[in-house]
C-alpha cells in the first residue's frame, strides 16, 4: 500500500507499507479455537524522488508517519 507524507519545506514523501487487519478467531460455544492477532503495520519504504531514504530518518519522523497511516486505517 502506498500513502504520501507531507514533510514540509514542499518535500512529499511517498511511504509503502505493508498493512494487516486485525484477526479474531473463531469461538466455539464461547471457547476460542485459535489465537487473535491485532492489526499490524510495517513501513518498507519511504521514497523522495524516488530514491529510498527510509535508513536516513529519524526515530521521531517514522513515528509521525506511522502514526498518520494508523489514523487514515481507523
Known amino acids: 500500500m ?6 514540509g519545506g514542499g518535500r512529499v ?9 486485525e484477526d479474531i478467531s ?4 464461547g471457547i ?8 499490524r503495520m510495517d513501513i518498507t519504504a519511504v521514497l523522495l524522488e524516488g530514491v529510498d531514504i527510509i535508513d536516513l530518518l ?3 519522523t ?3 508517519i506511522e502514526k498518520e497511516i494508523w ?3 481507523q
Do not use: C, H, W
Not at 2 to 7: E, G, N, S, V
Open 2 to 7: 502506498k500513502q504520501f507524507y507531507d514533510a
Open 32 to 39: 476460542q479455537m485459535e489465537p487473535d492477532y491485532p492489526a
Open 71 to 73: 489514523e487514515g486505517a
Open 58 to 60: 529519524s526515530d521521531a
Open 13 to 21: 514523501l511517498t511511504v509503502e507499507y505493508e498493512y494487516e487487519p
Open 62 to 64: 517514522l513515528a509521525d
Open 26 to 29: 473463531l469461538r466455539i460455544n
